[in-house]
């Protein structure tokens, strides 16, 4: 009996060791997640722009993941005809308003623009396009709020995700996609074909709890430990000075928002699990 208790104690002290020697199985690197926060009382909310990209994405089916290729003028001019933006500012003559501009999804910055079928646009408030375009800048380049942070100036992929998106049309788990005759493409008013059947609405992606007690709508889903950068203003009145200010140029890159990259920094945080 005690020579079969030492062969049992060694098979399992040897299963042990042959466990304990085994490679552990690799993750998969952390996603890094944009964040963009849409609604709120601050001065930085971008509902506007917000509607555009959860039209393209939760409506369209377009990808939430993006890779920025520093892209020379002439091809920003390419994908943003694409989207029925570029050239003279469609936003200025139409009824919305004189102080709006064309907002396109892909970002004319990304190769991603190249691969759809279909691109959209939408005509947004200056201050919302403009913050929109600063923050974009900045995690690029990895300056002002993404120093040692963001793509640090070299080609890459990120994905999307929103804030407080509670009112928005296109955005949410159940986005109402009917077109409420503000979202465009090349060919003009984006048809209804390809939207969701089920009376207008679809169920897409999840909702996430963050390290810093706020929670987060991701349309790609994410994973425990995934990274998420929120951009945010340190002086919201200079921001908004900013993006009041700022002429616009259709012809420009995001080069055109470096002066006010020292206003801005990241909120960073990891996701915790399902909200």
């Known amino acids: ?9 060694a098979a399992l002290s040897g299963s042990a060791l042959a466990a304990a020697s085994a490679p552990l199985e690799a993750r998969a690197p952390p ?17 506007d722009v917000c509607n555009n990209m ?35 500012n469609k936003c200025d003559t139409t009824k919305p308003s004189p102080d709006q501009q064309c907002d ?25 396009n403009n913050y929109q375009g600063q923050a974009l800048r900045q995690f690029y380049n990895s300056q002002g ?18 804030g407080n998106v509670g009112g928005i049309r296109y955005c949410g788990t159940r986005p109402n996609c009917a077109n409420d005759g503000h979202e465009f493409t090349q060919g003009g008013l984006a048809k209804r074909s390809g939207e969701a059947s089920n009376g207008g609405r679809l169920a897409t992606g999840g909702w996430y709890r963050l390290s810093n007690n706020e929670t987060m709508h991701a349309p790609g889903g994410a994973n ?20 009041q200010n700022h002429v616009y140029d259709p012809d420009q890159g995001l080069e055109q928002y470096e002066y006010m990259q020292h206003n801005m920094y990241t909120e960073q945080a990891t996701v915790l699990g399902p909200a």
Request: with cysteine; glycine share 8%; hydrophobic share 30%.
């Open 104 to 128: 396109e999804y892909p970002f004319k910055s990304t190769r991603t623009a190249d691969t759809v079928s279909a691109s959209y646009s939408r005509c947004v408030p200056r201050l919302q």
């Open 145 to 162: 709020s993404f120093d040692e942070d963001g793509l640090g100036g070299k080609e890459g992929a990120f994905s999307i995700s929103f």
């Open 31 to 47: 996603k890094h997640l944009l964040r963009w926060v849409c609604t709120g009382i601050d001065s930085d909310d971008i509902p």
């Open 224 to 243: 425990v430990g995934d990274i998420v950068h929120t951009p945010k203003p340190i002086n919201r009145t200079l921001s908004a000075q900013y993006a």
């Open 54 to 88: 959860c039209y393209a994405t939760n409506c369209k089916g377009n990808p939430i993941e993006l890779y920025w290729d520093k892209p020379d003028t002439t091809t920003q001019g390419q994908r943003s005809r694409k989207a029925g933006c570029g050239g003279v």
């Open 1 to 9: 009996m005690h020579a079969i208790a030492l062969s049992l104690l």
